[in-house]
């Protein structure tokens, strides 16, 4: 038969180069002495499913899921209670104003990181600060995530067992029965749902859970706003107050305190390098578009939580609205709403946690280990490091009282200088160093991020102490 190939001879051999990840040195493949190959001498775990180029991580919307999850959490439970003390129109402008300037500082920290090659916020503090400061913002992430954590617990207590004051989702349902021990509840939750979620050791694979979590966050929203909005056209809804109330000494130290929970709303810092280096063909710009689309989500969704909470509730608000939705709305499915809101949000605080829980591990072992083997290579570590997490953070859940104490006293510390204060100063030291500058706009908000976030840590914490003092009298 004609043919338009020669043959090949015995002893030539012939050159595959191959374009992978895979295989990182290009071998002569040379036909063996025994005509076939012995199974033992190939690796069949190293060899690829499809060969060419290797594309691994999140996309774009993965990384806002996770970004907008890290955000959206117990904070966005305390914003109408800010309300409250801010007034409506006060409130909802800070609350724009807030949500500018941490994207702002989101995409200093991302240009500076990649600039000094950091894939950690710890790794990117020390090359602008130093080992000192290192070690200061790895204490702020490990004391901020902690509290967030513990947070998260006691919301889920009181939602499902109930408190003192307001009747939980089991009690309405069951009746009085072993379910009334926050203790007990929020073990169970944290065994059977939390720890497998935190036992990941990739925040990629946390990107369908965020997702839900968004959606769920959402799902509270709009109800939320439709419920305000029905009362508001029946006329069941006082007038709010439109400015803060500086009528009394509670009023104005109410103020002082609520500042700092404001700010810590916004939050993310601690798990920007982390989703950055997990980002499907990562640039700061396509790091930027992430957090930009997530401070818009953000700002949308807090602004109307906070609006239609403070509605719904005026002068009555809780520190953890959640509370608020135990009893008749005074609407049709009075019920059956309260419902919805109260347990949609436990399953968002659920898949919540584990993304917050990533950053609090990660920076432990950063920490505690440091120049060990990363925690992906060392499954014991990271499943011994997750469960000691997850026992303290339940211990941590049993001693405080109420979410307003301990968002009062992260935000005027840990979240201030971690989402204000170390970001404007990576930006202002770095820049002097070469590569990427700063324009005369952003050094003028990065030294007023940096003072603004040196007065709301004295005042937040003058306020707190004060408030300590005058409830001891």
């Known amino acids: 038969m004609d043919s338009n190939y020669s043959a090949i001879t015995k002893d030539s051999f012939i050159e595959l180069q191959v374009k992978d990840d895979n295989f990182k040195d290009k071998e002569q493949l040379k036909p063996n002495s025994n005509d076939d190959l012995e199974a033992d001498d190939i690796d069949l775990d190293n060899l690829p499913l499809i060969f060419g180029e290797n594309k691994s991580g999140s996309g774009v919307y993965g990384a806002v899921f996770n970004l907008t999850t890290t955000i959206i959490g117990a904070g966005i439970m305390a914003l109408p209670a800010t309300m409250n003390v801010l007034g409506l129109v006060v409130g909802v402008v800070l609350i724009f104003l807030m949500g500018v300037l941490s994207e702002i500082s989101v995409e200093l920290l991302v240009r500076f990181s990649v600039q000094c090659k950091a894939v950690s916020y710890g790794e990117v503090v020390q090359a602008a600060l130093g080992k000192t400061a290192k070690i200061l913002s790895e204490i702020c992430i490990i004391v901020n995530n902690s509290g967030v954590l513990v947070v998260y617990l006691i919301i889920i207590g009181d939602v499902l067992s109930g408190s003192i004051h307001h009747t939980g989702v089991f009690d309405q349902w069951l009746g009085h029965g072993m379910w009334d021990h926050r203790k007990l509840v929020i073990l169970i939750i944290l065994v059977f749902f939390l720890a497998p979620l935190c036992a990941m050791d990739k925040i990629d694979s946390l990107s369908l859970s965020s997702a839900a979590s968004v959606a769920l966050a959402v799902v509270f929203v709009v109800v939320a706003f439709t419920i305000a909005f029905i009362k508001l056209v029946e006329g069941k809804i006082e007038a709010p107050r439109m400015t803060p109330d500086f009528g009394s000494k509670k009023a104005i130290l109410d103020l002082l305190v609520v500042i700092p929970i404001m700010s810590n709303a916004y939050v993310c810092h601690f798990n920007v390098q982390t989703i950055y280096n997990e980002l499907e063909g990562k640039s700061p710009q396509k790091m930027n578009r992430v957090s930009r689309i997530t401070s818009v989500i953000c700002v949308l969704v807090y602004a109307s939580t906070a609006i239609s909470g403070y ?47 990533f950053s609090l591990r990660q920076t432990v072992d950063a920490l505690l280990f440091e120049g060990s083997a990363p925690l992906t290579e060392s499954r014991k570590r990271c499943l011994a490091l997750t469960v000691v997490l997850l026992a303290l953070l339940y211990f941590g859940s049993t001693m405080i009282p109420n979410i307003w104490t301990a968002f009062k006293f992260t935000g005027a510390t840990t979240a201030v200088s971690l989402g204000y204060t170390f970001p404007s100063l990576i930006a202002l030291r770095l820049s002097k160093e070469g590569g990427s500058g700063l324009s005369v706009r952003e050094k003028i908000l990065s030294w007023f991020m940096l003072i603004l976030a040196i007065v709301v840590s004295i005042v937040g914490v003058g306020g707190n102490i004060y408030s300590l003092i005058s409830k001891g009298d």
């Open 311 to 357: 509605l719904l509730f005026g002068k009555d608000t809780e520190s953890d609205i959640l509370t608020n939705f135990d009893k008749d709305l005074g609407i049709r499915f009075s019920t059956a709403l309260n419902y919805i809101v109260r347990v949609g949000y436990v399953f968002h605080l659920v898949l919540v946690f584990p993304v917050i829980h």
